[in-house]
């Protein structure tokens, strides 16, 4: 099956600094990636939908500004939180379409002090 | 407005209890009901996809059915591994690609030996 890495598995961080976040596809190209934030005990609610090659696409209620989001190549995703804060901890998950299925990341832990 | 709803949110049982898994969801043009194990600390793995009402999926101790107004996770004699928190999700409406998924709140399934 199609395999997403994820980079770093887990980040602590200041409050006020950036963290990036990368997710890959190891065995396929991806035109199209997807990023999901899932908070405790809640399921995975999606923020933006990645294009290789052109800007974001965000979810309604999602800071384009405060998480940037680049796909430079067909196997490579990056989000990027900026000026994190406290309510940005949270679990971050990426994911890619393969034949219609969804193939998803081992998600990132980020917990900001 | 399109809406995926789980039940029960927890559900504990012991080894070789079988029981079953509730999806209830409302959507325009449904094109695929998707069906995903996460384990704690991790990102969703792929279980089923069923597209039309009548249709079931098998994979070991689980079959997922469908209808047209809900799904089915049936789990036949669960082992202790087959905990975790069991996802459903459907594609947004008027979306191009089935990776922009409207998840439900999953259920949480423990199976004590």
């Known amino acids: 099956g199609a395999v997403v890495s994820q980079h770093p598995s887990r980040v602590i961080c200041k409050s006020g600094t950036s963290v990036k976040i990368e997710c890959r596809s190891l065995?396929?190209?991806?035109?199209?990636m997807f990023w999901y934030r899932q908070f405790p005990k809640q399921s995975l609610m999606l923020m933006a939908t990645s294009n290789e090659g052109s800007k974001a696409t965000y979810e309604q209620g999602v800071e384009k500004d405060k998480f940037l989001i680049n796909h430079a190549s067909l196997t490579l995703s990056t989000l990027t939180v900026t000026s994190a804060h406290p309510e940005d901890s949270s679990f971050y998950i990426c994911?890619?379409?393969?034949?219609?299925?969804?193939?998803f990341g081992p998600g990132t832990r980020l917990t900001v002090l | 407005e399109d809406q995926v709803t789980q039940s029960p949110e927890a559900l504990r049982l012991q080894e070789g209890e079988s029981s079953s898994l509730n999806c209830s969801y409302t959507?325009?043009?449904?094109?695929?009901l998707f069906w995903y194990r996460q384990d704690p600390g991790k990102g969703p793995e792929f279980l089923f996809t069923?597209?039309?009402a009548g249709e079931e999926k098998e994979k070991e101790r689980l079959k997922a059915t469908l209808t047209k107004k809900e799904s089915f996770l049936h789990i036949t004699a669960p082992k202790p591994e087959d905990s975790a928190t069991y996802l459903c999700a459907v594609p947004q409406h008027g979306s191009s690609n089935t990776g922009k998924l409207i998840f439900g709140q999953g259920t949480t399934l423990q199976v004590k030996p």
């Open positions: 065995d396929f190209q991806a035109t199209t």
């Open positions: 959507v325009s043009g449904l094109r695929g």
């Open positions: 994911s890619a379409e393969v034949s219609t299925r969804q193939f």
């Open positions: 069923l597209y039309s």
